[in-house]
């Protein structure tokens, strides 16, 4: 199996010793993404439907740099700094995913990164890597 580190600047940049993604294989583990604008670095205004919007649309680009996209998710995970913005965050998430929307998992956290309300990180599983059989010619 390989490991490979996904990076694309349409995206915000990992602010600590870690990377966008790592595809391992077919599957693409994200990290967490904040509602931070690439082109910024600031947190988008406008609550928790805007940092959300935000997060997924960073996601997806993360993912489409991998070669997959959010119909590939299978499993994402939603940090809240209140429990009370889930109906509004659920509302936005559910935009962005189809009939068979992924695993998930929401908690409430005391703090996130740049005073963020939400983060979400996601695992994906694309096509798997074309092996190249050069015994064949």
Do not use: H, W
């Not at 998430?93 to 983060?119: D, N, W």
């Not at 990180?121 to 010619?137: L, Y």
């Amino acid at each position: 199996m390989t490991k490979e580190r996904i990076r694309t600047m349409m995206a915000p940049e990992a602010i600590g010793p870690y990377s966008q993604a790592i595809k391992a294989g077919a599957t693409i583990f994200c990290s967490g993404q904040i509602g931070m604008d690439p082109a910024t670095g600031a947190l988008v205004q406008g609550g928790i439907e805007a940092e959300t919007r935000q997060i997924l649309n960073n996601l997806m680009v993360v993912l489409m740099t991998a070669g997959a996209g959010l119909d590939d998710v299978v499993k994402t995970t939603v940090y809240l700094t209140d429990l009370g913005d889930f109906a509004a965050m659920n509302d936005v998430y559910a935009t962005f995913f189809g009939e068979a929307p992924p695993a998930r998992a929401t908690v409430q956290v005391s703090a996130l990164p740049k005073g963020a309300i939400v983060e979400i990180d996601c695992i994906a599983v694309g096509e798997p890597p074309v092996d190249v059989d050069s015994s064949d010619g």
